[in-house]
């Protein structure tokens, strides 16, 4: 479990972020989401350690990690897997090497041992024949299930995804979407999702926090951001009207169930 | 006020590279690759160029000297006085900074924009140390090329005074021989040794510290390039300053 305690960050003189507080929870999918410039990704960054809030705590199960050591950073980072929005897989490395790069690394095990597990995770993300080629070779899919491999190849016990939709066709998002909550759901790990995809919102939202101008404007669930009447949600989230209209149906079923 | 803010991290910098180092294994291949790219990679130019300049130098001073009282041998004496003490160590370096530093700072740049960097230090990695230290340890061995440089701008010069007609092999010879100070050559490889340390910490700094996307990796190549530039030329006349005077 991740604790937010009243979080600001500024830069140049610019509050970004606003004083945020919240719980992301173990063995969910917690998603952030927001327009763009609302600040989502500076929280993303903040609650990775790479930007130092001004005021306010990141408590990771009770370790609050602003007053860790440097050391004690360092071996908290080796728990967190991280997918960034650009996958940011090392150009001069295979899909394999990439896989194996944190285990390389941080873990002490002979190579046999490192190469069975990185076989493992990617057989986990459906991606089999893929050892040998450079990312520069594969496609934006494929990068994006090589890091996810790569985050979960030291078993973390915090995922963040930033972005992990951008720039897939719809059925690849789905498939993304699918194995973040499967990974989730498997390793029992606290995922934070940062997305303005409302297709992730709709499917994979076991709790949502909304932001706006740099505070948190509204946190629910995905059944929950239906039904509420928060002008700012529902000014973004029903922006357009095949979402207007699936909210309606939504609403009408459950009043029809009622 | 920018300038001294970038001196001071700039020093930051160094004191990261040298903290929490990689793992050997690791560090291992990274300095074997930048060996290849940065000093094997380097060598196809550097030749070329030593080799040329090296002729140019002894032609130019063969054209400059019509007082018959002046010996032959002082186009020998000429080559490698301006060979060992500058034109090697100092003139290539100064394309190096061009060469190995732009490709350092577009790479790790490149790093930065595509959030590789990050990648890495939400890993747990110290990314200074991984990038920038095998660089360092790679162009420690900047001062063999700096060495083939010497021998080949020798050599390009002894070639064209000979049979360019300038001078014969015997008077070349012996003005290479005449008042040789071997401090001259320690001289220029202290300085080689700085101009290494230079040519690898300079251009990660503005790659590792870049802002921005595509088109600001090329304007932090093009400042790192004149900011290894003039601290060359700096140290240059402060290395001659304080051993040769």
């Known amino acids: 479990m991740i604790e937010v305690k009243n979080i600001k960050k500024s830069f140049d003189g610019v509050e970004i972020l606003k004083g945020i507080s919240t719980t992301f929870e173990k063995g969910k999918t917690n998603l952030i989401i927001g327009q763009s410039g609302s600040g989502k990704t500076v929280f993303l960054k903040s609650l990775l350690g790479l930007f130092t809030p001004e005021e306010g705590a990141i408590i990771f199960d009770g370790r609050d990690y602003n007053s860790l050591s440097t050391k004690e950073k360092r071996e908290l980072r080796t728990e967190i897997g991280m997918v960034f929005q650009g996958s940011a897989l090392f150009d001069s490395m295979t899909v394999s090497e990439n896989v194996m790069f944190p285990l390389r690394m941080f873990a002490n095990q002979p190579l046999s041992e490192m190469q069975d597990r990185v076989d493992f995770v990617l057989k986990r993300v459906d991606l089999i024949d893929a050892h040998h080629k450079f990312p520069a070779e594969t496609s934006g899919g494929m990068q994006k299930r090589v890091a996810i491999a790569r985050a979960i190849v030291m078993n973390p016990k915090y995922l963040f995804c930033d972005e992990p939709n951008s720039g897939l066709d719809p059925k690849t998002a789905i498939v993304i979407d699918n194995l973040i909550q499967e990974i989730t759901d498997e390793y029992n790990i606290t995922t934070v999702v940062n997305t303005h995809d409302m297709n992730s919102v709709m499917e994979i939202g076991e709790k949502i926090v909304f932001l706006k101008n740099g505070v948190k404007a509204w946190e629910g669930t995905n059944k929950e951001i239906f039904k509420t009447d928060n002008k700012a949600v529902t000014d973004f989230v029903y922006s357009s009207d095949l979402f207007k209209k699936v909210r309606e149906v939504y609403l009408k079923e459950l009043e029809e169930e009622s | ?245």
Not at chain 2, 49 to 61: D, L
Not at chain 2, 140 to 153: D, H, K, N, R, W
Not at chain 2, 210 to 223: C, H, N, P
Request: charged share 10%; glycine share 8%.
């Open chain 2, 1 to 245: 006020m920018i300038y001294l803010e970038n001196i001071g991290r700039y020093f930051l910098m160094l004191k990261s590279v040298f903290s929490k180092m990689t793992k050997w294994s690791m560090l291992r291949n990274l300095i074997f690759k930048e060996i290849d790219d940065l000093i094997i990679g380097s060598m196809g130019i550097v030749c070329f160029i030593s080799f040329f300049v090296g002729g140019v130098v002894a032609i130019q001073t063969a054209l400059n000297i019509n007082n018959p009282l002046i010996p032959k041998y002082l186009v020998g004496f000429a080559t490698r006085q301006s060979v060992i003490l500058e034109f090697a160590p100092t003139f290539i370096s100064i394309i190096m900074a061009g060469k190995v530093g732009s490709f350092i700072t577009s790479s790790i740049g490149t790093m930065r924009v595509t959030e590789q960097i990050d990648a890495l230090e939400v890993m747990g990695v110290n990314s200074l140390n991984y990038l920038v230290f095998p660089k360092i340890v790679a162009l420690s061995l900047y001062p063999f090329v700096i060495t083939i440089a010497m021998f080949l701008g020798i050599l390009g010069g002894w070639l064209a005074s000979i049979y360019g007609g300038f001078s014969t092999s015997a008077d070349f010879i012996q003005g290479l021989q005449i008042e040789f100070i071997p401090f001259h050559v320690t001289y220029a490889f202290i300085k080689t040794f700085l101009f290494s340390f230079v040519l690898a910490t300079i251009p990660s700094f503005y790659g590792y510290y870049m802002k921005g996307g595509a088109l600001e990796v090329g304007k932090a190549s093009t400042t790192s390039f004149v900011w290894t530039s003039v601290v060359i030329i700096l140290i240059n006349y402060l290395i001659t300053q304080l051993l040769l005077t």
